[in-house]
C-alpha cells in the first residue's frame, strides 16, 4: 500500500502550478482518485495548512469531467 510518497510541485513558465503524483501511488487501490478514466479530469478541493506546511486535496463529488 503507497499512502505516502514523494511528488513534485513544478511552475510552468507560464505561471500554472502543476502537482504530480507518482504512478505506483496513483495506481494504488487506496488512492481515492484511481477511478478516473484516461482523458477525464475530477474537480477537486484544494486547502493550505500553513501551520502544519500541508496541501489537502480532496474530492469535490457532485461534478465529474
Do not use: C, W
Not at 500500500?1 to 504512478?23: A, C, D, N, W
Not at 479530469?41 to 469535490?60: A, E, F, R
Amino acid at each position: 500500500m503507497v499512502l505516502s510518497k514523494e511528488g513534485t510541485l513544478y511552475r510552468h513558465p507560464q505561471g500554472q502550478l502543476f502537482l504530480y503524483i507518482p504512478s505506483d501511488m496513483a495506481n494504488d487501490s487506496q488512492f481515492p482518485f484511481g477511478k478516473i478514466e484516461k482523458g477525464k479530469s475530477q474537480k477537486v478541493m484544494i486547502n493550505v495548512s500553513t501551520h502544519q506546511g500541508l496541501l489537502i486535496v480532496g474530492k469535490v463529488e457532485s461534478e465529474q469531467r
